[in-house]
């Protein structure tokens, strides 16, 4: 499966919000986001436009891993 391309980092920040991520905080161009589902999990998110895939890829996977899911679910459930 291909990593879209043109994510951004408020994009994402915003998509993560279905699955309860919220920001906790900001440091320069990095965001924080944190949910409380299936325990606590925090991930950073550059606020880059775009982000780079290598790096998106990265977020994705802690992520999918986080919520018993693959990839290409989390991709499809975060509608990027």
Do not use: C, F, W
């Not at 391309?5 to 920040?13: A, F, K």
């Not at 693959?70 to 990027?80: I, K, M, Y």
């Amino acid at each position: 499966m291909k990593l879209p391309r043109d994510v951004s980092g408020p994009q994402l920040v915003k998509a993560l919000r279905i699955l309860g991520y919220n920001v906790t905080r900001q440091k320069g161009s990095h965001v924080r986001v944190t949910t409380p589902r299936n325990g606590e999990h925090h991930e950073v998110v550059p606020h880059h436009q775009p982000i780079k895939t290598g790096t998106l890829s990265g977020i994705l996977k802690s992520v999918a891993a986080h919520h018993r899911m693959n990839v290409e679910e989390l991709v499809r459930l975060l509608g990027l």
